[in-house]
């Protein structure tokens, strides 16, 4: 594996309160990573800190396996963490050049990252005729001059209408189809859900789940179920090993897997035992739905 990233029980604390507590997490090279969380639950500070603009309370984090300084690692890294801030009257392609020049980069591939986020058509605009969602690009085509390892954004469709929102994760994914790695803060779990491969889930700072999304999403499912003789459904399928918690609820039952189970083999275990089903649906829980469990067996 390549790692790029590795924390280690990082811990920020201001005063009393604990913005991020005994956070661990890595990240490898090629995938994308979204920091999953509401409002203060401690996705700004970890990336902050991560970058070197926030002082860590304790713990560690070590950059490309802790061969080079982080002064020297954050040059691989590109990163948008606050609104895009560009010189107003000064043109895309200018602002860019400036950009260059500060960064200490050669300026050959200002035009391949313009095409690269769809403004090159507009290059020579001025930064303030920019809708928001082109000021983003802009800062997105700003933080890749330097074809960085990982490119790490902060909520980057906060403020966006719907076409700016979907234009910004195009942009994410073509980059990542790149093989650029990276690491997004977001408090949108369909955000998170349509763009990353891998989720770090934070709640108060604490962390819930981090591992791939598809193994958050690969719960078993569950069925919702009614039948002839309903009470000898249940007693049925709280018999039968697939099956863990069953619900009851307006004459429908809730029957939540601990292993796979098609629709198929469950109508003829039931018919099997006499028992005739008038209603078989089988679901999976989304996302949201997990999150929601997650976050609420935690509550304190
Ligand atoms: N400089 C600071 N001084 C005091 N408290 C802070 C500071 N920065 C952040 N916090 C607190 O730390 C907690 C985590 O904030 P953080 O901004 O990291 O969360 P977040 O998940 O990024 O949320 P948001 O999306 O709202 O920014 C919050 O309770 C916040 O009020």
Known sequence: MNTILTVTNLTKKFGPLVAVNDLSFSIEKGNVYGILGPNGSGKSTTLGIILNVVNKTSGSFSWFNGETSTHEAL?????IIERPNFYPYMT???????????????????EEKLALVGLLERKNSKFRTYSLGMKQRLAIASALLNDPEILILDEPTNGLDPEGIHQIREIIKKIANQGTTILLASHLLDEVEKVCSHVVILRKGVKLYAGP????????????????????????????????????????????????????????????????????VKRKESLEEQFLTLTKNRQS
């Open 213 to 280: 999304v598809d193994g958050l999403l690969a719960s078993h499912g569950y069925f919702v179920l009614a039948a002839n003789d309903q009470i000898q459904l249940k007693t049925f399928l709280e018999k039968h090993a697939s099956f863990g918690k069953i619900e009851e609820f307006n004459g429908l039952l809730t029957a939540y897997l601990k292993e796979e189970l098609d629709a198929g083999e469950l109508n003829k275990l039931v018919m099997d035992q006499g028992i005739l089903l008038s209603h078989l």
């Open 75 to 79: 040059k691989k890294v590109g990163a």
């Open 92 to 110: 895309a392609i200018q602002n860019l050049r400036l950009v260059c020049k500060i960064k200490e980069v050669s300026e050959e591939k200002i």
